[in-house]
């Protein structure tokens, strides 16, 4: 049985608590929360969980053996930085931090203190988007040319971060699961504060990888309807995947072939001895197996402290993300019109 305890109950927080108490190799055994309403959820809901207002209980109680971190994004770093030295594995909701610096820092604690250090980056573990990867990795797309996504919605705006670090981390994350892990080389951005001085609602910003793959992503919380899409463009075919549709994939086969023409062989220098043919096949809407993401990422979670093996969004991909949210931050904070490079990490 692995001893678990909580910091942070509010929005998403009873999400993961209810998904902890209900797995059968887990004993929630604390939530630290501020808000006496939060508290008394949690005590009229899970008797068998205790609560505090203070999050060092926590970490002090030695009984406990893994920390979920629900807080703000503002407190990651410290309060993930505080788990790893007393010794628990962690599981922090997204971004594992503010900027590339610190998640350097939280890395390298998690791996001198030998503990699981996992961030929350729940689309990895839905079925759509692992059937998504699974196309791109089996060639069924072709050369991958472009993809853009939207994370949209007239919803709930925040004051502590902008839209971009609230909703582009989801879409980062997917992007480098599809990208094997590559960074891209280059990105720009732009964004506009509408509603709150120097924080954007909304953003779009592109990125480049080296192989000439681009992505373009578009965030905003000021829009007339919730869009959750993201749509993959290849040389052979495309992939739509809508994460609020009945029909969370959708693959066409269409696209722009280049053909010899009769006699020629195809010399793609030479315009005059091929013919441009646009071909429109198949809608395909496959059937997934679709399971709660994040059930599976809680399964994991614990799987990996039982096992030692490392998490899916582990060290390397959560400092990938924080890397790339910070290099677009600092397009929106510059120069918006000049390509940014951004360095690899080793």
């Known amino acids: 049985m692995i001893t678990v305890g909580q910091i942070g109950c509010g929005y998403w927080g009873p999400n993961l608590l209810r998904n902890l108490s209900s797995h059968p190799n887990c004993h929630v055994k604390w939530v630290a929360e501020q808000s006496h309403e939060r508290q008394a959820y949690v005590e009229n809901n899970y008797p068998k969980t205790k609560t505090t207002s203070n999050w060092e209980d926590i970490i002090n109680d030695s009984e406990v053996d893994a920390v979920i971190v629900a807080t703000p994004a503002s407190t990651h770093y410290e309060l993930t930085k505080a788990v790893l030295k007393a010794g628990k594995h962690v599981l922090v909701e997204k971004p594992l931090a503010m900027c590339t610096r610190e998640a350097d820092e939280l890395v390298a604690l998690g791996t001198t203190a030998e503990k699981i250090l996992m961030v929350g980056h729940t689309f990895l573990y839905n079925s759509a988007v692992?059937?998504?990867?699974?196309?791109?990795?089996?060639?069924?797309?072709?050369?991958?040319?472009?993809?853009?996504?939207?994370?949209?919605?007239?919803?709930?705006?925040?004051?502590?971060?902008?839209?971009?670090?609230?909703?582009?981390?989801?879409?980062?994350?997917?992007?480098?699961?599809?990208?094997d892990g590559e960074l891209p080389i280059y990105v720009t951005a732009h964004g506009i504060d509408y509603i709150q001085p120097g924080i954007e609602d909304v953003v779009f910003a592109n990125l480049t990888w080296a192989n000439k793959v681009t992505a373009h992503i578009q965030v905003?919380?000021?829009?007339?309807?919730?869009?959750?899409?993201?749509?993959?463009?290849?040389?052979?075919?495309?992939?739509?995947?809508?994460?609020?549709?009945?029909?969370?994939?959708?693959?066409?086969?269409?696209?722009?072939?280049?053909?010899?023409?009769?006699?020629?062989?195809?010399?793609?220098?030479?315009?005059?001895?091929?013919?441009?043919?646009?071909?429109?096949?198949?809608?395909?809407?496959?059937?997934?197996?679709?399971?709660?993401?994040?059930?599976?990422?809680?399964?994991?979670f614990l799987e990996c402290i039982q096992t030692g093996q490392t998490p899916l969004t582990g060290p390397k991909h959560a400092r990938d993300v924080v890397a790339v949210l910070e290099m677009v931050q600092q397009a929106l904070s510059g120069n918006k019109n000049i390509l940014q490079p951004i360095s690899k990490n080793t």
């Open 220 to 300: 905003s919380w000021l829009d007339p309807g919730k869009i959750r899409r993201m749509t993959l463009v290849g040389s052979r075919k495309m992939v739509v995947y809508d994460d609020i549709s009945d029909d969370k994939i959708k693959i066409l086969d269409k696209g722009i072939d280049r053909v010899p023409k009769i006699g020629e062989r195809m010399d793609y220098d030479n315009f005059n001895n091929y013919q441009l043919f646009h071909r429109t096949g198949d809608v395909l809407l496959p059937r997934i197996n679709l399971q709660e993401p994040l059930k599976v990422e809680i399964n994991h």
């Open 130 to 179: 692992r059937y998504a990867k699974k196309l791109v990795d089996q060639g069924e797309l072709g050369q991958t040319y472009y993809i853009y996504s939207q994370r949209l919605n007239l919803g709930q705006v925040r004051t502590d971060v902008n839209a971009w670090w609230n909703l582009a981390p989801h879409d980062i994350s997917i992007l480098l699961y599809l990208m």
